[in-house]
C-alpha cells in the first residue's frame, strides 16, 4: 500500500437541477414533522471497486473508490454535488454547466476562493452539514468514511476543522469487532490488512501535522495539507476494503 501522495490531486464536482432520484420529493409545506431516522448504509462494489451508500436526513450520500480515485455524490431533491478526486494534480470543478480547471500545485487560497463562488448556495453541501452532524461521534466504520468525505469537502473551501477532528477520530485502533467482518480467503488475512492500515494512517498523520505545523505561514497551505490528509485517508480506508474484503463493521 502506497504511503505517500503528492499535494496535487484532481477533482470534479458539479451540482445538476433535478434531483437523479425524481423519488425524492420536497416536504410539502405543513406537513407533520417526523423523528430524524439513524441513518442507513449500504455498502457494495461496483466494477471491482468498493462502494458506499448512505441515506439521512433527507440527504443521499454515495462514494466509489479506487486505488488512485474516489468518486463522491451528495444530494438532496433539486440539488446534486458530485466529486471526483485523484493523485493526477489536476482539479476541474463544474456547477450547472459551468466548470473550472484548476491545477493543485497553483496557489491554493485562490483556488479555494473560486470553488467557495461556485459553490456558494448549494443546498447539498447545507444538507451535508446536517447528515455530519448527526454523525459525530460515532464507532460505525460507514459513519467514519462518511466524516472523511465531509472532511474532503470542506478541506476544499478553505476550512481545516473537519480533518482536524478526522485525524483525531480515524486513527485505527486494533477491533475485533473488524476482524470479524473481515473475509480471510484472502492471501494478506485481516490482521495483516488492518495492521498495514493502522501504519499507514498514522505514517499519513505524522504527515499532516508535520505539514500543518511547518507550513502554517503560507496563505491557504493548512487547507491544502487538509485536503491531501483526507484524500489519503480514503484511499487508504477503501483500500483497507478492498484488501480484507469487506466493509469492517
Known amino acids: 500500500m502506497g504511503r505517500r501522495l503528492l499535494l496535487g490531486i484532481a477533482l470534479v464536482m458539479g451540482i445538476v437541477t433535478p434531483s437523479a432520484w425524481p423519488e425524492a420529493a420536497a416536504a410539502k409545506p405543513g406537513a407533520p414533522r417526523t423523528t430524524p431516522t439513524a441513518p442507513a448504509f449500504t455498502s457494495g ?48 470543478i463544474g456547477r450547472n454547466g459551468t466548470f473550472l480547471r484548476l ?91 488492518w495492521a498495514e492500515f493502522a501504519t499507514t494512517m498514522d505514517q499519513y498523520l505524522v504527515e499532516f501535522n508535520s505539514c500543518t505545523t511547518d507550513y502554517w505561514w503560507i496563505p491557504g497551505w493548512n487547507a491544502a495539507c487538509a485536503f491531501q490528509f483526507s484524500l489519503q485517508g480514503e484511499l487508504a480506508f477503501f483500500w483497507l476494503i478492498s484488501c480484507s474484503g469487506g466493509m469492517p463493521v
Request: one cysteine or more; proline letters at 4%; a positive charge.
Open 45 to 92: 462494489w461496483v466494477n471491482g471497486e468498493p462502494t458506499l451508500r448512505a441515506e439521512a436526513r433527507g440527504v443521499r450520500f454515495f462514494k466509489q473508490v479506487s486505488r488512485e480515485r474516489v468518486s463522491i455524490r451528495v444530494e438532496v431533491p433539486g440539488d446534486r454535488i458530485e466529486v471526483e478526486a485523484d493523485t493526477k494534480g489536476t482539479v476541474r
Open 103 to 193: 491545477q493543485m500545485q497553483d496557489r491554493f487560497e485562490a483556488n479555494v476562493a473560486r470553488i467557495q463562488k461556485l459553490t456558494a448556495g448549494s443546498a447539498a453541501l447545507d444538507g451535508l452539514e446536517g447528515f455530519a452532524a448527526s454523525l459525530e461521534g460515532q464507532d460505525r466504520q460507514e459513519a467514519r468514511s462518511v466524516m472523511t468525505s465531509y472532511a474532503l469537502l470542506h478541506a476544499l473551501r478553505g476550512s481545516t476543522g473537519p480533518s482536524r477532528s478526522m485525524a483525531r477520530a480515524v486513527t485505527p485502533v486494533a477491533s475485533s469487532r473488524v476482524v470479524r467482518a473481515m473475509a480471510t480467503t484472502r492471501e494478506e488475512g485481516p490482521y495483516t490488512c
